[in-house]
């Protein structure tokens, strides 16, 4: 017989969790100046401090923050003046890819079979395609 544990997926594409999802904590700091930040956006760690903040290729919010480390697992929203805050971000698992977000862009904006190859490469998600079979063809 099976030991006990639950297998949790997800199937509304308008979130960016999907199945096998693992999460971790870590202290989260908002760059100054943004107020929201949308679930699905892509994360960094600053190399100074180990703090998190989005991510860019070009690492703009910090040295270190070019790498992946997770993605956003719920919206957060800042203060003009931001504070440091701890939250729990995916590590782990399948997300739709068309939900993750570069910096503050629009959902699945600039989101390269590259940037796929890298969170997979940098983490252990897996971005993946999803079409919602709920919508009608009528084409």
Do not use: C
């Not at 997926?9 to 999907?18: L, P």
């Not at 180990?50 to 992946?68: D, E, F, Q």
């Not at 890298?118 to 999803?130: G, K, M, V």
């Amino acid at each position: 017989m099976p030991s006990g544990g639950m297998d949790i997926q997800f199937n509304d594409i308008s979130t960016v969790k999907r199945f096998d999802l693992e999460f971790d904590t870590g202290v989260f700091d908002p760059v100054a100046g943004a107020t929201l930040y949308a679930e699905g956006t892509i994360l960094g760690r600053v190399t100074a401090d180990s703090k998190l903040r989005p991510w860019t290729a070009a690492g703009t919010h910090g040295a270190g923050t070019a790498v992946m480390v997770g993605v956003l697992g719920t919206d957060r929203t800042s203060n003009a003046v931001p504070d440091d805050e701890n939250i729990e971000f995916i590590v782990a698992g399948g997300v739709y890819e068309g939900e993750l977000i570069i910096d503050g862009a629009a959902k699945g904006a600039g989101i390269t079979e590259l940037i796929k190859d890298q969170l997979r490469r940098e983490t252990n998600i897996i971005p993946l395609d999803a079409t919602d079979l709920s919508l009608l063809d009528n084409s």
